[in-house]
């Protein structure tokens, strides 16, 4: 959008190396243990054995069974690790810059022009006057309201303020008709807030086509999710559509 400030961002994060040395301990070969020295046999005595006793030996007192070895005392149990808690989902971030195709659809549209001083008070009765003729035939809305920006400069703007529409309505005023919505290729992003503060979400559009070396074409297409005739204005919430050459 003319009139949009362009900021030039640059975020440089330089990458940090980190060079780890690690040493390996030698493993140390234990020393092998002495052999053991062999001890001679004893030599066999002269003198023969004495002759067993006729009497009988005594019968030998069985030796009483090894006690049973102490079991050991278990040790507490351990309790287990606490559970961890689940997180909390993560909310996904709004389409910023989306490639999308747009289709066209048949609407009623309102001409106007507007300076940026009073930009969202002239759009809102643009929608208005919009509302009480579909609201006076009983046509209902077939789609989000919509304003094409089709003129942009430092003082203001022109648009046509947009309703989808399946029903034809009648008695259309001058600066009123029925045609067809933009289509084709375009980007899609996100404004969440206030409409003064559209400025920073045209930024930031800019920055992205400056960055990606896109080129817009002269107009670009906003879509209110909320009805701006019924939200609060720090609650709107618009979706910005781009169109690309």
């Known amino acids: 959008m003319n009139g949009f400030r362009r900021l030039a961002l640059a975020a440089l994060i330089p990458a940090a190396a980190l060079s780890l040395g690690l040493s390996g301990a030698r493993a140390q070969t234990p020393s092998p243990a002495p052999a053991a020295s062999a001890s001679p046999s004893s030599a066999p005595s002269a003198t023969p054995s004495p002759a067993a ?40 971030a709004d389409p910023f810059g989306l490639e999308t195709t747009l289709e066209a659809k048949k609407v009623v549209m309102v001409k106007g ?12 009765d643009a ?12 046509i209902k ?11 942009t400069d430092d003082t203001g703007f022109t648009f ?7 029903q034809d309505p009648k008695n259309l005023t001058k600066d009123m008709s029925i045609g067809k919505s933009p289509e084709g290729k375009a980007l899609k992003f996100v404004h969440r807030g206030s409409y003064d503060n559209m400025d920073n979400t045209y930024e930031a559009i800019t920055n992205h086509l400056d960055d990606k070396k896109l080129e817009a074409k002269d107009t670009f297409i906003e879509e209110y999710l909320t009805d701006p005739l ?5 609650k709107l919430v618009i979706n910005v559509f781009v169109p690309l050459k």
């Open 53 to 92: 006793s006729a009497t009988p030996a005594p019968a030998a007192t069985p030796a009483p069974a090894p006690s049973p070895a102490a079991s050991a005392s278990p040790s507490p149990a351990t309790p287990p690790p606490a559970a961890a808690a689940t997180p909390a989902p993560v909310q996904t």
């Open 230 to 234: 019924k939200t609060a204005e720090d």
């Open 141 to 151: 809305h077939a789609g989000n309201s919509m304003i094409v920006y089709t003129s």
């Open 127 to 138: 929608f208005k006057a919009l509302n009480a003729l579909l609201d006076k035939q009983g």
């Open 160 to 166: 046509l303020a947009e309703i989808p529409i399946e």
């Open 113 to 124: 022009t507007a300076n940026w001083d009073s930009a969202f008070d002239t759009l809102v």
